[in-house]
């Protein structure tokens, strides 16, 4: 339903409206670490300003990201989503020619890894 809604609802507004109502909210927890709402959005907009300056993203540019399951994922594809690009995600663990056809395949501009 919320999809067939004119423009659709997505997952990045879902978040920025817990964000709001709940920031001190737990999201995530790893290894250790709590991360709250407040502070993927915090990091997520560092992220996408960084993003958008250094590697002078625009939105429908598509970017391959090559990172380990981390939190850092997590801010990395809100920070993409809140430039409007779209996130082809790679498994970590591929390399060589698998690695390259998966790059070329999505059509990505740029990669991001670790």
Sequence with gaps: RRLARRPPVTLLDVFRAHARRQ???????????????????????????VFSRRLDLRPEQTVAV???????????WLALAKLGCPMACLNSNTRGRALRHAIAAAGATRVLAS
């Design 23 to 49: 920031p001190r909210r737990p999201l995530l927890r790893f290894r250790g670490e709590l991360y709250t709402y407040e502070d993927t959005e915090r990091r997520s907009n560092r992220a996408a300003r």
């Design 66 to 76: 090559f990172l380990p399951n981390d939190p850092a994922y997590v801010w990395t």
